[in-house]
Each structure stands twice: as structure tokens, then as C-alpha cells.
């Protein structure tokens, strides 16, 4: 049981390149989330899923898309990074209601030149 | 104003010490509440949910005012593996179904 495994754990990007975060969780766990966090900004939410096939916006979403096909995966999506896109990204995962524990992956550190 | 606020700190303890951390929120109609503990590069976790009642945990104590909207977490017999960020966390009860993290409040307990 790895919990929630997060893809790749360090990056680096040059202006207007693209990648893609994968973010896989074995806990058959219905909402799966994208957060962002920059020192003295804490934990911001990019965008979250409450199910397989539906997304819905967070806090700050813009520069980014994502996709949930399938219920396990969480894919997040940088189309064109930007230098104030670097950061270290989480991906979380819970049961079924906003109110339930959400367990975290390791974390993925992007920097953007 | 920020949705979760709390005090960054530092706080600096000697082991053995009792520590207080207070977090406001400024929805009144947040419905959950919890403390996340996150440690340096790591990711954070679950410390404790707090009830309106209050509720303890071994050395943790956790306590809710919903009338002047804070909440408090309290540990006693500090110990140099409780240095860590500890996030108060708000369920706001907005159409967004998801979580607001405050940006935490570091502790270092020190020998």
C-alpha cells in the first residue's frame, strides 16, 4: 500500500516549456486535489476532483490544467511555465467528504528558469 | 484578509516546555477543523481534528471558539521531535468542496 506516489519528484524547467505532474493514489479514495506551496504563502489549492471525469477550479488555477480519467491518477498540467510556477506541488487524496483526513504525496519541486 | 491566519513564529521552547499556537478563520460558517503537522521537506499530516468540545491527544490538546472564530492547539512536555510547521486547516463550507490551510506556525524545541 505506497498511499499517495507522486511523478517526477524534481524538475526543472526552462520559459514556455511543458510537463506534466502525475499524482497516483491506491486508497480507492474519491476526491484527489492539487495544492502549491511557496514559502510564507502555505498550502494553495490549484485544482480539485471529487470523482472519476470532474474537475473543478480552486484558488488559483490559472497557468495550469488537470484531468482525472482514471480514479486513481490526478494529472496536473503546466502548458507553458512560467518562472512564479516555481514551487513545490502536492497532490492529496481523501475518503469521500471535504471533511476527511487528506493524506499527502512526497511532493514535487519545480523550478522554472 | 487571509481566510486562516496564524502567527509564522518562530517559536523557540526548551524540551519539557508547554507551547501555544492560536489560528484564526474568518468564515463563520466553517463547519470542520483541523491541525496538520508538516515537517521541513516533507509533506504535510493529519495531526488532529478539533471538536467543538475540545478534544486531547496524549501531550496534544486541541480547542475551537467559534464565537471569536479561532482555535488553539496546546502541547505540553515539548520534545525535540515535535520541531516541525503546524497548519491550521478550515473546511469554509463554500461550493468549494476542499480544504484552506493557514501557512502554519514553525516550532523548534531546542535541547
Known amino acids: 500500500n505506497a498511499g499517495v506516489t507522486q511523478t517526477p519528484k524534481f524538475r526543472v524547467l526552462k520559459t514556455g516549456q511543458s510537463m506534466t505532474l502525475l499524482c497516483a493514489q491506491d486508497m480507492n479514495h474519491e476526491y484527489m486535489y492539487w495544492y502549491r506551496q511557496d514559502p510564507g504563502m502555505g498550502l494553495r489549492l490549484i485544482h480539485y476532483?471529487?470523482?472519476?471525469?470532474?474537475?473543478a477550479k480552486g484558488e488559483v488555477p490559472d497557468g495550469y490544467n488537470v484531468s482525472r480519467l482514471k480514479k486513481q491518477n490526478f494529472l496536473l498540467g503546466l502548458e507553458s511555465a512560467a518562472p512564479s510556477q516555481t514551487s513545490v506541488y502536492f497532490c492529496?487524496?481523501?475518503?469521500?467528504?471535504?471533511?476527511?483526513?487528506?493524506?499527502f504525496g512526497p511532493g514535487t519541486r519545480l523550478t522554472v528558469l | 484578509r487571509k481566510e486562516v491566519e496564524q502567527d509564522p513564529g518562530p517559536f523557540n521552547v526548551p524540551e519539557g516546555a508547554t507551547v501555544a499556537f492560536n489560528c484564526t478563520y474568518s468564515n463563520s460558517a466553517s463547519q470542520s477543523f483541523f491541525w496538520y503537522r508538516q515537517d521541513c521537506r516533507k509533506e504535510p499530516k493529519l495531526l488532529m481534528s478539533?471538536?467543538?468540545s475540545g478534544n486531547e491527544d496524549g501531550r496534544f490538546t486541541a480547542q475551537l471558539n467559534r464565537a471569536s472564530q479561532y482555535i488553539s492547539l496546546l502541547i505540553r512536555d515539548s520534545k525535540l521531535s515535535d520541531s516541525a510547521t503546524y497548519l491550521c486547516v478550515v473546511n469554509e463550507a463554500t461550493g468549494r468542496r476542499a480544504l484552506t490551510f493557514g501557512s502554519g506556525t514553525r516550532l523548534q524545541v531546542q535541547p
Open positions: 492529496a487524496s481523501s475518503y469521500n467528504r471535504v471533511a476527511d483526513t487528506q493524506y
Open positions: 476532483s471529487v470523482g472519476e471525469g470532474t474537475t
Open positions: 478539533v471538536y467543538s
